[in-house]
């Protein structure tokens, strides 16, 4: 077997001893950060205090909540003149999250993020194109920066333009690709229209990820264009992409637990809950400098795989995410709130109170469709008025979920009202719910 770090070899207890040391390292770091200091204060915490991994049940979570709190600068714990990069969630309602990184940082997260390709099999003989956003949203530099680091001949063609990214496809006789499930739907849909079979492209690796989706949905793309596709899972908080991701084994994906703490909690109780049971993914960085980030809850739900991996490592595994506590939900791997729909929805005058966002499946792609009762006034006026109303909504909303709805206007009292807490997402998609 071959291994990209010395890392993917250590054992269980090689493993916990790392881990407790970086712990301790980690607390200290957040005592740079008032907001950390007070709070491990507050319970009686410092690193010399945590004499056994156990000791972290003591540590109080941090919640999206609190990162919203601490922007832009707040948690982190090195002189500002060290920092090199920052990434932020998508979301602009309230204060974003932003995360911030040190050349350190940015260093680690490329090695893990070359173990995970190098896992999955891929190899610097291979040829990679990354059709993912390279900007704020992490899995363009992030994924970018570990083929690289993997000494992939690296394609960063982005997102979009898919007649483009099929010619490069084509063009470099690129062997591997990093795509969101949704967009590998879209794509091969529209290599068949180009008159080309999508199983002869040269791709014979795929990662995919930044989204959920169930195994159907990895087979249909295997299928469909002739892959492998491995399941890669990160979220910015913890760096982004490179967090956890599947061997060759494609069972369910490691966490890298030299780098992140991994514990699964009951969301209501916050106690631990036995392996094997679904529960809340919570993730303490080990390595990182610029922000540290203790027992992260991350909203997703998701297991720990108890059974060995034939592969030999002993870094857990976790299976494909299984949906979200809070109301997020994630459309062509962009990260969304209904409340952030609303808040746009509500700065028009002609809107009434009602909405209804729907997510469907058409033509494998999966839509966003707002519905929104608008008032009797607007309603009466001609065509033109109401295609400019829809199309400055469709244009605001664009601009705040980074995700373009199609948008209904609809009369007053059209839309049904329920009698209990308001349904205001339905979810058609044909593949994994997310609410
Ligand atoms: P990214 O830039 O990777 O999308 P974000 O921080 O914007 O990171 O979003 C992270 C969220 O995306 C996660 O908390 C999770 O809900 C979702 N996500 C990321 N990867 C996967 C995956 N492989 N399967 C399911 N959901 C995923
Ligand atoms: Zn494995």
Redesign the pocket.
Known sequence: MEFFDIAETWDRKKIEETQLTRLRTTVERCMNAPFYAERLNKAGINASSLKSLDDLKRIPFTTKGDLRSQYPYGLVTVPHAELVRLHA??GTTGSPVAVHYTQEDLNAWADLMARCLHCAGIRKTDVFQNIAGYGL???GLGIHAGAERLGCLTIPSGTGNTARQIKFLQDFNVTAVHIIPSYAMYLAGKVEEAGLEPRELPVRKAV??????TEEIRKKIEYMLGVDAY???????MN??GVAFECTHKNGMHVWEDAYIVEIIDPDTLEHVPDGEVGELVLTTLTRRGMPILRYR???LTRIIPEPCPCGRVHCRID??MG?SDD?F?IK?C?VYPMQIEQVLMSYPEVEKNYLITLETVNDVDEIRVQVEINDQIFVEDMRALTALQKNMARQLSNEILVTPKIDLVQRNSLPVSEGKAVRVVDKRKKFKTN
Request: neutral net charge; hydrophobic residues 25%; glycine residues 16%.
């Open positions: 969630s998508s949203f992490t899995g995919i990820g930044a989204e959920p989706h399941n890669s899972y990160g979220l910015s908080e982004g992409p991350t909203r997703d494909r995410m979200r997020m994630i791997g990260n």
